[in-house]
């Protein structure tokens, strides 16, 4: 353990704005000092990822335009980008299509004291894919089947995975 404190639990109470009824908008006011503070806390958490050799991997998947750019650019815009990345794949390519479906998204995995945030990630085969007629009903399929597994084998390798969904 290093001496590197960790971030405040303050972190992980933001739930509450995010439940914030449409009704109510947040005052401008309140919404930049929110940003700074939890802004100051991605920076104490990204040192102890750092300091304590973690892997991360932030999924951030939505609907179009339900934000996830925005949020990911607010994240990333006080951290260090040796420590911190951001990952946007773009569409397989036609080797790739010819790999297993997750194989093109391990390389970008994160090494020891790195986060690594997916815009968009291998849930593309169960979100869009499908709908978009890019892959057959069998490869979805076996996305489903291969997916909880995957993860398993990230995470049993020591990676934190977080999973966000994003909807307007």
Sequence with gaps: MSDTP???SSV???IEIAETPKKRKLGKKFYESELAR???ELVK???YVKAEGLKVVVLFEGRDAAGKGGVIKRITER???RVCRVEALGTATSEQKTQWW???YVNYLPAAGEIVLFDRSWYNRALVEPVMGFCTDEEYKEFL???PEFERMIVRSGI???KYWFSV
């Design 6 to 8: 960790a971030p405040s």
């Design 12 to 14: 992980f109470e933001t």
């Design 38 to 40: 939890l802004q100051v």
């Design 45 to 47: 958490l990204q040192s």
């Design 79 to 81: 951290l260090n980008p």
């Design 102 to 104: 997750f194989q093109r």
């Design 145 to 147: 089947r291969s997916c």
């Design 160 to 162: 934190i995975l977080i």
